[in-house]
């Protein structure tokens, strides 16, 4: 999962960052996980990385369990400084539109998370998480009764099969990759070209990949076994669209909602207003709850802003939560030494990793791509993210809240020298023509952005590159350097698991298969053996895939170096002090949203 570009990697959200499981657990508004403590924070992150289990029609039926303490109404007033990229569900895959997505929309199933931070997947539309068979290559799944949009239109598998449907339709181009590419199987590498008309043109997949035999039935099937299938579904990408609300390309500015809340005015970039669905059923949904009367929230408020106005505490900022910004780097102390302040902040450990990728179609000398790579400053970019308590030192492209993370695999030494090795840079860069020295920066131009810019910028020019910075719009940062033919060398990305396995880091990432507009292999890595590494893990049971995607990485990072590791994404929110039921949530790696109350 992509985190955000504000100031946190872009991400299933189940960072699972969005988002991608980023199971890295879940903390009251005590000071929580993050310690300020490098490896006690890592351990943590591994410690909890649980398995995810799958529940039963029993618990998947409503109301969801009452928060202690919560009262209803009030509206809860919003801070963020980038606007969303995007609203319509199919188009969801960044952490920050993921939050919204929880408000606003159902999937078939949901993830669900208890006190103690243990996930599992319940039945969010369907009865319950889905049941397999044909040895996990067929999925079942039952819808609910009483299931209604916005409008009070009766959801049925048909809007089912048309939220499949439309992921072909090739405006549908920056959500998640998965359920589309499993339904057209190893025979259609290509999957747009096994329904190239999204549906809208009457042409339908087949009962033998998509049957919907009655109005209340919905049944996948797959060439291999899918055994992650209701943790890919519970995904903010998978949200239902109502068939006949569907507005094709226009559907990003006024979707039609399921979940507890509706938008009731959007101005793109400035503000989003959400009041109370009343078409939605508490009785039907284990997850959610519908305490506040709404929610409002203002774009383009920085995060230095948003910590200023947090930290004073007055008026309607009692009722303010920061969406996925963070305290600002230079007020962390302010926040951390005042007891009453950092009694309302959430911390923990992020599911991303941060890296400076490299366009290999552009940057095709590897010799300057190791150069870089040794010279780029993680140190420095960590301290404007708030130093220990905004992320660590990354040696390699995965995530200690992953498991195959291996700590010490550090095949450029950035643990050892953390703000980059400027010396060995240079000797790299001797004989290298000075037309391959020069480098276009694309940086998003959010606060983040600009602190990333000058520290890139700074480390590479030390070590003899010529940096031609272009500045990219914070909302549309990802969409633009997405674009396969995107006229950038270099550019900062991040990425989160979407569950607790390495195939959903190398698979969309790095896949050849995957060099398309809109898809994260944002380096454009084609390298063969890659693919086939891929392809070898993608059959294999979990222990031996684990081996396999263990030599991928090694592969990618010694052989092919499509991006420099940069550092380890750590949350830290703050709220107003009125807010309850306020905690880390492990499943979106932000404040659980899903949660939250006025207390008076």
């Known amino acids: 999962m992509k985190p955000f570009t504000s100031r946190r990697a872009r991400a299933v959200v189940v960072a699972i960052a969005a988002g991608s499981l980023a199971l890295t657990g879940c903390s009251e508004n005590k000071g929580s996980k993050s310690s300020g403590d490098s490896k006690k924070d890592q351990a943590e992150a591994a410690s909890q990385s649980k398995p995810v289990t799958y529940v039963d029609a029993a618990g998947s039926t409503g109301p969801a369990k009452e928060i202690a303490g919560a009262k209803s109404g009030g509206t809860i007033q919003v801070y963020q400084e980038a606007g969303l990229s995007h609203l319509d569900p199919s188009q969801i895959y960044v952490s920050d539109a993921g939050q919204v997505a929880n408000l606003l929309f159902r999937r078939l199933t949901q993830f669900q998370e208890d006190d103690k931070g243990n996930v599992s997947v319940v039945g969010d539309l369907a009865t319950d998480s889905g049941k397999s068979s044909d040895g996990g290559k067929t999925w079942t799944f039952t819808l609910k009764d009483g299931i209604k949009d916005s ?313 003899g590159f010529e940096v031609v910075s272009k500045e990219v719009d914070s909302a549309s940062y990802y969409e633009q350097i997405g674009k396969v033919n995107n006229p950038y060398d270099i550019y900062i990305t991040g990425w989160g698991q979407d569950w607790p396995s390495a195939g959903t880091v190398i698979t969309p990432v790095y896949d050849p298969a995957q060099v398309s507009d809109g898809s994260p292999n944002y380096s454009h890595v084609k390298d063969p053996k890659v693919k086939e590494l891929i392809q070898k893990a993608l059959t294999q049971e979990p222990t031996e895939a684990a081996k396999t995607w263990k030599e991928a990485q090694h592969y990618l990072l010694e052989t092919v170096l499509p991006a420099a590791p940069l550092w380890y994404t750590k949350q830290f929110q703050l709220s107003g002090s009125n807010v309850g039921g306020t905690r880390y949530g492990s499943v979106s790696s932000l404040l659980d949203i899903n949660r939250l109350f006025l207390k008076s």
């Open 151 to 463: 409008n009070g239109a009766a959801i049925t598998s048909a809007d089912v099969r048309h939220t499949v449907e439309r992921q072909f339709a090739k405006f549908i181009f920056d959500g998640p990759p998965y359920l589309q590419t499993w339904l057209a199987g190893k025979a259609n590498p290509d999957y747009r070209k096994l329904l190239p008309g999204g549906g809208f043109d009457g042409k339908h997949l087949p009962a033998t990949v998509l049957d919907t035999p009655d109005a209340k039935t919905v049944v996948f099937h797959f060439d291999t076994a899918r055994p992650d299938l209701p943790q890919t579904l519970a995904m903010a990408g998978y949200g239902i669209v109502p068939a006949k609300t569907d507005t094709k390309e226009k559907y990003d500015k006024a979707p039609v909602a399921t979940g507890p809340y509706k938008i009731a005015s959007y101005k793109a970039g400035k503000s989003l207003v959400l009041t109370k669905n009343t078409n939605w059923d508490p009785k039907t949904d284990s997850v959610r709850h519908q305490y506040p009367d709404g929610f409002n929230f203002t774009f383009g408020v920085t995060e230095a802003t948003q910590t200023q106005r947090l930290i004073a505490d007055q008026g309607a900022d009692k009722n303010a939560i920061q969406l996925t910004g963070a305290v600002e780097a230079t007020q962390i102390q302010k926040v951390i030494g005042t007891p009453s302040v950092n009694s309302r902040t959430v911390k923990g450990y992020q599911p991303y990793v941060m890296q400076l990728t490299f366009n290999l179609d552009r940057v095709k000398n590897k010799t300057v791509r190791e150069a870089a790579t040794y010279a780029v400053n993680s140190k420095s970019l960590i301290a404007g993210e708030g130093g220990v308590y905004g992320g660590d030192v990354a040696p390699n492209y995965f995530a200690p809240t992953l498991p195959g993370y291996e700590a010490k695999y550090d095949p450029y030494g950035r643990l050892k020298t953390p703000q980059g090795n400027v010396a060995k840079a240079k000797e790299l860069l001797k004989d290298v023509p000075a037309a391959e020295k020069k480098l276009v920066f694309a940086y998003s131009n959010s606060s983040a952005g600009q602190k990333r810019k000058v520290a890139i910028e700074d480390a590479l020019t030390k070590a």
